[in-house]
């Protein structure tokens, strides 16, 4: 499989998880918050380079490629997400810039959930929906341990890893990711334009 093709399955994954998602969400009602975009502003946010490998390709077919990773040149591991854009009234709302492309992390975070020590499941989300739609979050808990189906994340992991074992074994900061992912891509078109 070639690197785009491993994009084009990429793609088919998050397709299946928008789904799963979509399901889950009418179940659980457990959505974030309108404008929320207080996880795209954690610089600890780690991603593989296989997730962002789509909106890499994106990046490049557009001619956005050099000016993207002029910008990634000058972020530091300690910024935020490149593709979110913050809204001028509040420091904790925006928007992602590249939503339609956005890397399984993303897709996954207050959506899904994993196993504890214990083997239950325990829905992967932040503080705020914890506390301020308590309610909610605990018949969901409650729901997704009984017969609520949730997507559980290390699935998806696993799928990622079926396309492509290399580039979803190892997380990097997520501008990291999002440069690395680039950087295969604009080799990858450097190579297949010049076989032509």
């Known amino acids: 499989m070639n690197l ?112 504890n020590k214990y083997g239950n499941k325990e829905m992967i989300t932040c503080k705020k929906l914890k506390e301020g739609k308590q309610a909610i979050y605990q018949a969901t808990t409650a729901g997704i341990n009984m017969d609520m189906e949730v997507p559980m994340a290390n699935d998806f992991y696993a799928k990622l890893s079926a396309i492509d074992i290399n580039l979803s074994a190892e997380t990097f900061p997520i501008n990291q990711a999002i440069k690395k992912a680039l950087e295969k891509v604009m080799m990858y078109k450097y190579y297949y334009e010049n076989q032509e």
């Open 4 to 115: 785009q093709e491993k994009s084009l399955a990429v793609r088919k994954v998050f397709d299946e998880l928008d789904s799963d998602v979509s399901l889950y969400l009418g179940k659980s009602g457990l959505t974030c918050y309108a404008g929320c975009g207080k996880c795209c502003m954690n610089p600890q946010v780690a991603a593989t380079v296989l997730e962002f490998i789509p909106l890499a390709f994106d990046i490049y077919q557009k001619g956005n490629a050099e000016k993207a990773m002029d910008m990634l040149e000058q972020t530091s591991e300690q910024e935020y997400c490149m593709q979110f854009l913050k809204t001028a009234q509040d420091k904790e709302s925006g928007v992602c810039n590249t939503y339609i492309y956005r890397g399984l992390i993303c897709r996954l975070f207050g959506v899904s959930a994993r196993r």
